[in-house]
């Protein structure tokens, strides 16, 4: 399967703060990155969908002002919390797809999120 | 868009019974269905995925099934271990028309030693 990572695996940030979470893929060029979230007990919420090069499609109800994604390189993504805020507390996993035909989707470790 | 419904959320089976978990698709040019296994605090990983032309896969103590005319598929779990407890998810996804995945809500398995 493909190599991702994702850094940093967890973090404990103040209210208010920001909080830049990283995903990289290491062995395939990401062309597509998924950003989900996902609250205890639930299941994985697409937040937004970006394209490398190009501004990142959110889902419904998700503040493109507040996660801030940047798709700079084929092997380089961030999700940027902004003002975060305890409701923000989550566990954000990335999930990049590139451009071979293949089905199968790859995940991040994930990074947990607590905000204080 | 695709709707992804996943029964039951929660189920409890002795170890070494079988375990099934159902899913149901709404957009009929769904074409590929993974099922992922997620422990706690840990991603998904993927244990079984179906395309649409076979109707059946076996891996080992894990199958899926697939009844394109239902638009329904199941994942069962024979000789249950307690290593299986964990949440599975299914989702579905039209390679066709995006790569979007399409994620049901999760059951969460306990086998019980």
């Known amino acids: 399967g493909a190599v991702v990572s994702q850094h940093p695996s967890w973090v404990i940030c103040k209210s208010g703060t920001s909080v830049k979470i990283e995903c990289r893929s290491l062995?395939?060029?990401?062309?597509?990155m998924f950003w989900y979230r996902q609250f205890p007990k639930q299941s994985l919420m697409l937040m937004a969908t970006?394209?490398?090069?190009?501004?990142?499609?959110?889902e419904q109800g998700v503040e493109k002002d507040k996660f801030l994604i940047n798709h700079a390189s084929l092997t380089l993504s961030t999700l940027t919390v902004t003002s975060a805020h305890p409701e923000d507390s989550s566990f954000y996993i990335c999930s990049p797809i590139g451009t071979a035909e293949r089905d199968e989707q790859f995940f991040g470790p994930g990074t947990r999120l607590t905000v204080l | 868009g695709e709707n992804v419904e996943q029964h039951p959320s929660t189920l409890s089976v002795q170890e070494g019974d079988s375990a099934v978990i159902k899913c149901t698709y709404s957009d009929s040019a769904s074409n590929y269905f993974p099922w992922y296994k997620q422990e706690l605090g840990k991603r998904p990983q993927l244990i079984i995925d179906?395309?649409?032309?076979?109707g059946e896969k076996k891996d080992q103590r894990i199958a899926v099934t697939l009844n394109k005319t239902a638009k329904h598929f199941s994942l069962h779990i024979t000789e249950t271990q307690p290593e299986d407890s964990a949440v599975y998810f299914c989702?579905?996804?039209?390679?066709?028309?995006?790569?979007?995945?399409?994620f049901g809500t999760g059951t969460s398995l306990t086998v019980i030693p």
């Open positions: 062995d395939f060029q990401a062309t597509t």
């Open positions: 989702a579905a996804r039209n390679r066709i028309t995006g790569n979007q995945f399409y």
């Open positions: 970006s394209n490398e090069g190009s501004k990142a499609t959110y």
């Open positions: 179906i395309r649409s032309n076979v």
